[in-house]
């Protein structure tokens, strides 16, 4: 006798592959949060300066610099009415008198631009590494010893030299901000590809021994067809579990050059900078480590739960757990 089938399973409409991934990630319930912490803090940092229009860099002075210095935000009047606040600072100002508020707004931008430049860098070279040494057998050796090479170095120190050695030259060539922005976007995509070449290098090595790999070299298929048409998409799983991860590998590099100093100029804030800045008054100003820490801490762990979901989503082997 054969068994009657679900009627609902009748109606539901045939999924494709990533209809499937996306139920699956929305039954990720850390996935779904990191999705939208992560959202919440990009619209936040983009599209703030819209809604909160002040200056990062204002400058006060005379009797305006007196006044607005060192202000605190406008919560501690709960429990210190006695606190020096201004109702148009929201999170009060630093030491210069600087809006601490429209100072996190732009090195969220700064630190978040950071992170997707580097990662996109990251992934291309690491991409097209994996690419060649697992489709050609010839450049296997010598782009995996150059993998265990990069591998091998110590990453923050050498972006640390790399930094005093080209910051100043680029600085003059194409200013200081984008000239230090390209830097450390170059030194921490070109330092962070090494995991992604290894992943995708490990799946094409599986690949190109399927039957429609075989298939489609019967059939005369060139090997550049092969890898755009048939293997690349088969490899997107693992690299965009890698892009995430990337995003806040970058961000905390980022953060800690801009923390040790050698990060962009003094008056253009990140995160990383703004903790450099408020670590000599910490005592007496609390919320300017916390604010910025938290803000880092938060984007992290939010990618970090994001990749796991989509991890746990492309995967095929999950969904039977």
């Given at each position: 006798m054969t068994e009657l089938s679900d009627p609902l399973d009748i109606d539901r409409p045939p999924s494709n592959r990533w209809t499937e991934v996306w139920r699956q990630f929305r039954a990720h319930k850390g996935a779904m949060a990191g999705a939208v912490v992560f959202g919440l803090i990009i619209l936040g940092v983009f599209l703030g300066p819209f809604v909160y229009p002040h200056d990062a860099q204002y400058l006060p002075s005379g009797r305006d610099f007196i006044t607005l210095r060192d202000t605190r935000p406008i919560y501690v009047t709960l429990w210190d009415p006695s606190?020096?606040?201004?109702?148009h600072y929201v999170l009060g100002t630093d030491n210069l008198g600087r809006d601490n508020l429209a100072r996190f707004l732009s090195g969220g931008r700064v630190s978040i631009s950071v992170g997707l430049t580097a990662m996109i860098l990251s992934i291309v070279l690491g991409t097209f590494v994996g690419l060649i040494a697992g489709f050609f057998r010839l450049c296997d050796g010598p782009l995996m010893r150059l993998t265990d090479l990069f591998l091998?170095?110590?990453?923050?120190?050498?972006?640390?030299?790399a930094s005093v050695l080209f910051r100043e030259s680029l600085a003059l060539s194409l200013g200081p901000e984008m000239g230090t922005f390209l830097l450390i976007v170059g030194l921490i995509g070109l330092t962070s590809w090494m995991q992604t070449a290894r992943i995708v290098r490990g799946d094409v090595l599986a690949l190109k021994e399927r039957e429609f790999i075989l298939a489609a070299r019967s059939i005369g298929t060139t090997p550049r067809n092969l890898i755009l048409n048939h293997i690349l998409p088969n490899v997107m799983s693992?690299?965009?579990?890698?892009?995430?991860?990337?995003?806040?590998t970058a961000i905390i590099t980022e953060s800690a050059l801009s923390f040790l100093g050698f990060g962009f100029p003094p008056d253009f804030p990140t995160w990383g900078k703004l903790l450099n800045d408020?670590?000599?008054?910490?005592t007496l100003y609390p919320e300017r480590v916390i604010w910025p820490?938290?803000?880092?801490?938060?984007?992290v762990l939010s990618v970090n739960y994001l990749g796991d979901g989509l991890?746990?989503?492309l995967d095929p082997r999950s969904r039977s757990r």
């Amino acid at each position: 006798m054969t068994e009657l089938s679900d009627p609902l399973d009748i109606d539901r409409p045939p999924s494709n592959r990533w209809t499937e991934v996306w139920r699956q990630f929305r039954a990720h319930k850390g996935a779904m949060a990191g999705a939208v912490v992560f959202g919440l803090i990009i619209l936040g940092v983009f599209l703030g300066p819209f809604v909160y229009p002040h200056d990062a860099q204002y400058l006060p002075s005379g009797r305006d610099f007196i006044t607005l210095r060192d202000t605190r935000p406008i919560y501690v009047t709960l429990w210190d009415p006695s606190a020096k606040v201004n109702w148009h600072y929201v999170l009060g100002t630093d030491n210069l008198g600087r809006d601490n508020l429209a100072r996190f707004l732009s090195g969220g931008r700064v630190s978040i631009s950071v992170g997707l430049t580097a990662m996109i860098l990251s992934i291309v070279l690491g991409t097209f590494v994996g690419l060649i040494a697992g489709f050609f057998r010839l450049c296997d050796g010598p782009l995996m010893r150059l993998t265990d090479l990069f591998l091998a170095l110590p990453i923050l120190p050498l972006i640390l030299v790399a930094s005093v050695l080209f910051r100043e030259s680029l600085a003059l060539s194409l200013g200081p901000e984008m000239g230090t922005f390209l830097l450390i976007v170059g030194l921490i995509g070109l330092t962070s590809w090494m995991q992604t070449a290894r992943i995708v290098r490990g799946d094409v090595l599986a690949l190109k021994e399927r039957e429609f790999i075989l298939a489609a070299r019967s059939i005369g298929t060139t090997p550049r067809n092969l890898i755009l048409n048939h293997i690349l998409p088969n490899v997107m799983s693992p690299i965009l579990v890698s892009a995430t991860l990337g995003i806040a590998t970058a961000i905390i590099t980022e953060s800690a050059l801009s923390f040790l100093g050698f990060g962009f100029p003094p008056d253009f804030p990140t995160w990383g900078k703004l903790l450099n800045d408020a670590v000599d008054r910490m005592t007496l100003y609390p919320e300017r480590v916390i604010w910025p820490g938290t803000l880092i801490s938060l984007t992290v762990l939010s990618v970090n739960y994001l990749g796991d979901g989509l991890r746990d989503a492309l995967d095929p082997r999950s969904r039977s757990r």
